[in-house]
């Protein structure tokens, strides 16, 4: 199997070569364009947006808020009955609200409201359509929920913005170190011609041996990325392994490493610099949000700016009240261009500390000043192969009927799976996860299967969706360690 391409990047697919030429990079935009257009997806036009919102004032950010939030709240009213009520119960509609604490009434939602109301959320005829979408969640509870084209604009574009922050414009040639849970060796030649035009290559973090990732490093040096994306452990562990080769890519055109899905920890952010020769920035989302925020060039390692034109963003303390800049919270979000189903004052179950500070560049976007996020933990095959965490999850995602799930891998060979029951549960679901799981790690590896009423939250009070036991060596343990 190639471990070079797979679907699903958050933004496209890759392909490998060295699209070094303007002509290439050219292309690359004109292609991406194209397919925005045929899509009826208006990225461009909001990343234009995004560009001069920007450089407004914290008054006038929260002024173009206030407005998207009176929007959102009229679609709610009309297309998703669990909102409207929960608006009437709190005595809100749309245009009474002056200020976004007028909000503040209004109870949070959770994941499982997002869950048990689903059918009455979703506003299918939503224009340009509804998109169904999963997502695990910390603590391996999967949500099943629709976005519309606004909320996958606003992905796309915040991501370009910020890397335009770091001077990579769109068409330049990035390389992902990603994951997708499809069979990475179905392609086809459509696929492929897309792949080459995009000027995109993608490395599969789901199979990360050493052979594999002497080659990736070897694809990496011929592609000649300007930016390089991927899972923030997964980086590391590719970092980790070219520095225990004693080895320097040589990546001339590298102006920044974009890490995402977890915590960058400094030692981390660190080693990746120093193998890659490159700025490092990490981004902050989820797939029932969003892209979220990312690091710029003008504020101190960790702090992020808030993708403040798609998000409002809360941060409260275990009360519900909002806390002080610089107190850590919850992250209480939303989503402003969730139309087709809306997120309103979601809690998110992420921890954040909100900046007192401007961003230093002088964008009135507001500042958050540290994620401390959650833990994600590798699996491991009996191989050598390192896998994320992500390779087993997408096993439970798609099996229907769970409604929680939590993966421990004792030993290398040895995988337990704990998990809670939703609707749509049946004991035949037991065998395919096991197969699923085995396809994943090796037809030698017990798993085992339980089912249980509750999964425990950590000593710390923070949920793990996948715990493995399984040490790593030398620099490859640094790389992967949080604590």
């Not at 679907?7 to 290439?24: D, E, N």
């Not at 173009?64 to 009955?81: D, F, I, N, T, Y």
Request: charged share 25%; proline share 7%; hydrophobic share 40%.
């Amino acid at each position: 199997m190639r471990a070079f391409r797979h679907r699903h990047p958050p933004a496209s697919r890759g392909t490998g070569g060295r699209p070094s030429s303007v002509f290439a990079q050219a292309l690359a935009r004109t292609v991406y364009r194209t397919q925005e257009r045929a899509v009826r997806r208006p990225t461009f036009d909001y990343l234009a947006d995004l560009e001069r919102s920007q450089w407004l004032d914290r008054a006038g950010i929260e002024a173009l808020q206030l407005a998207k939030l009176r929007e959102l709240l009229g679609v709610a009213w009309l297309h998703s009955p669990w909102h409207r009520r929960r608006l009437e119960a709190a005595g809100l509609s749309p245009g009474a609200l002056t200020h976004l604490h007028d909000l503040r009434p209004l109870p949070c939602m959770t994941k499982q409201d997002a869950a048990a109301h689903h059918e009455e959320m979703v506003w299918r005829g939503v224009p340009g359509g509804a998109f169904k979408y999963n997502t695990g969640g910390s603590s391996g509870m999967p949500l099943i929920f629709h976005f519309g084209r606004r909320r996958q604009a606003s992905d796309a574009a915040g991501r370009m913005r910020a890397r335009r922050w770091w001077g990579v414009e769109p068409g330049d040639p990035e390389a992902y170190l990603w994951g997708a849970p499809v069979e990475l060796s179905k392609t086809d030649w459509v696929k492929t011609v897309r792949d080459r035009l995009i000027n995109q290559l993608v490395l599969n973090a789901f199979a990360m041996s050493p052979a594999r990732m002497d080659d990736y490093l070897d694809a990496l040096e011929r592609f000649s990325p300007s930016c390089l994306y991927g899972y923030a452990s997964s980086v590391a562990l590719l970092a980790a392994h070219a520095k225990e080769r004693g080895r320097r890519p040589r990546l001339p055109r590298l102006k920044v490493v974009c890490t995402t899905g977890e915590p960058l920890y400094p030692h981390q952010r660190t080693l990746i610099g120093e193998v890659f020769g490159a700025s490092v920035a990490n981004e902050f989302g989820s797939r029932d949000i969003g892209f979220t925020a990312h690091e710029s060039p003008d504020n101190p390692a960790g702090a992020m700016l808030l993708m403040s034109e798609s998000i409002i963003l809360e941060v409260l303390d275990a009360q519900g009240q909002p806390v002080a800049p610089g107190e850590l919270g919850e992250a209480v979000m939303t989503g402003l261009c969730s139309d087709a189903q809306p997120f309103i004052r979601y809690r998110t179950g992420d921890m954040v500390r909100l900046s007192p500070e401007p961003d230093r560049a002088g964008r009135g976007l507001h500042v958050i000043a540290e994620v401390v996020g959650r833990r994600t933990d590798f699996l491991v095959r009996p191989d050598g192969t390192i896998m994320h965490a992500l390779a087993g999850i997408y096993v439970l995602r798609a099996t229907e009927g769970v409604g929680e799930f939590k993966l421990v891998q004792h030993a290398v060979r040895d995988l337990e799976v704990l998990v809670v029951p939703g609707p749509g549960w049946a004991a035949e679901r037991v065998p395919a996860i096991e197969a699923g799981l085995r396809q994943r790690l090796g037809d030698d590896v017990r798993v085992t299967v339980r089912v249980v009423d509750a999964i425990a939250p950590e000593a710390s009070g923070k949920h793990r969706y996948v715990v493995s036991h399984v040490p790593l060596q030398g620099e490859l343990a640094q790389a992967a360690a949080i604590d």
